[in-house]
């Protein structure tokens, strides 16, 4: 995969963001979800690219470093 694909990616989940729920048990049940798909994924592309920086992806995705 290239640095675009991962831009692609991280963006996608940085938008699923913006997407708002008026229940706030529900709202906070969706942002643990997406924070899990972008640790899952930031694992796997790690695997496929051993320069792939997670740090980077997780920021871009809308969550802050660690």
């Known amino acids: 995969m ?3 694909d ?5 963006g996608a989940i940085w938008r699923s963001g913006f997407i708002k ?3 706030k048990i529900r709202q906070e ?11 899952d994924l930031s694992s ?7 320069r792939f920086n997670r ?5 871009a995705c809308g969550f802050l470093a660690v």
Not at 29 to 39: G, Q, S, T
Not at 55 to 59: A, G, H, I, Q, V
């Open 29 to 39: 049940a969706k942002e643990r979800v997406r924070h899990l798909i972008a640790i």
């Open 2 to 4: 290239t640095k675009k």
């Open 21 to 23: 729920d008026k229940n």
């Open 44 to 50: 796997s592309l790690a695997n496929d690219n051993p």
């Open 55 to 59: 740090e980077k992806f997780m920021s």
């Open 6 to 10: 991962y831009e692609l990616i991280a």
